[in-house]
């Protein structure tokens, strides 16, 4: 895809949704970190649908620190695989407490460092959190990016190093929420929605726009 079909790519995305975010709900730096590692295998939806419960209860690392392994079970029982993030999000507490003041780190290997932290969480967090120009490269971004020609590459390391060099300055900080929402709703794994794609003449993916169109 050339420089100016990419800048309009992200033109038409950003004016269908001038402030795109996360659909997962916190209200600190910490929240948004723990539902980012609780999201692993699940959807935003079931993930929110427990941490509603959990921050009420335990917003900040001390107070789920409080609640103990088996305490946080029993709020995030729900989401898959919860025993492993329930012992992760413990030890993170810990190491957040003990080594950061209670802080999340705004530094991408202090966040990789945590237990069940790792490059796309970090990301994740970087960018919303803290307004970092990161790119978290998920199963949305990776079929979007290779389907639309945009950056496409084998690994999500390398979708993520072209997406970084290719996606102009002024719309770096928010294309990581804008792909991962068209991914999800629009450009879906098994049936693409072509008819009603916004980039759908700048895609590359011509047999199944043809077919759907």
């Known amino acids: 895809m050339k420089a100016a079909q990419i800048t309009e790519l992200f033109r038409r995305l950003q ?20 539902s980012v590692i609780l999201s692993a295998q699940a959807t935003d939806v079931g993930v929110n649908k427990a941490t509603r419960k959990l921050f009420r209860k335990a917003g900040t690392p001390q107070a789920i620190l409080k609640l103990g392994e088996e305490g ?19 030890a993170t507490c810990r190491i957040l407490i003990e080594k950061h003041a209670g802080e999340v780190p705004q ?49 999500v390391d390398a979708v993520e190093k ?3 060099k290719v996606v102009p300055e002024p719309f770096r900080k928010d294309a990581h ?27 590359r993916y011509k047999p199944k726009t043809r077919a759907e169109a």
């Open 15 to 34: 004016e269908i949704d001038p402030h795109p975010t996360t659909e997962l709900e916190y209200e600190t730096p910490f929240q948004l970190l723990v």
């Open 177 to 203: 929420h804008w792909l991962i929402l068209h991914g999800r709703y629009v450009c879906k794994a098994r049936k693409p929605d072509c008819p009603h794609c916004v980039i759908a003449d700048l895609c």
């Open 107 to 155: 530094d991408r290997a202090a966040l990789e460092a945590l237990p069940g932290v790792g490059r796309k969480t970090a990301n994740v967090v970087l960018n919303t959190a803290f307004g970092q120009h990161t790119i978290a490269v998920d199963t949305h971004i990776f079929r979007v990016s290779n389907r639309t020609g945009l950056a496409p590459g084998k690994t």
């Open 72 to 90: 946080l079970k029993r709020y995030i029982s729900s989401i898959g695989l919860y025993n492993t993030k329930a012992k992760n999000v413990i």
């Open 162 to 164: 072209k997406l970084l």
